[in-house]
């Protein structure tokens, strides 16, 4: 059964750093492209970044340009997001999900982040 479980979530101050995690298993990640996705509360998903199989070609969302990062590392079947400088605004559930464009309908139960002060 292919699952994706997501991890490193939390609350943090504006301004700080979190490193997120997807845990693949049932499958090879490096099969796949992947795509992480947040969705803040009364508001719909909202694809932020997603990168190629090999990690070479990467996505990301206007929102997250230059402090966010996508990568991955296929030996151990995880896939991740570091978020710098983040902002109140970061605050959402952040979902891993197979595919290169966030829509698919393969995906984690999502990791809260918290940016509050």
């Known amino acids: 059964e292919v699952q994706l479980a997501e991890s490193g979530g939390g609350l943090v101050q504006p301004g700080g750093s979190l490193r997120l995690s997807c845990a693949a298993s049932g499958f090879t990640l490096g099969s796949s492209e992947m795509s992480w996705v947040r969705q803040a509360r009364g508001k719909g998903p909202e694809r932020i970044s997603s990168?190629?199989?090999?990690?070479?070609?990467?996505y990301y969302a206007e929102s997250v340009k230059g402090r966010f990062a996508i990568s991955r590392d296929n030996a151990k079947n995880i896939l991740y997001l570091q978020m710098n400088s983040l902002k109140p605004e970061d605050t959402a559930v952040y979902y891993c999900?197979?595919?290169?464009?966030?829509?698919?309908?393969?995906r984690g139960k999502g990791t809260l982040v918290t940016v509050s002060s």
């Open positions: 990168i190629n199989r090999d990690g070479s070609i990467t």
């Open positions: 999900v197979l595919g290169w464009g966030g829509s698919g309908s393969i």
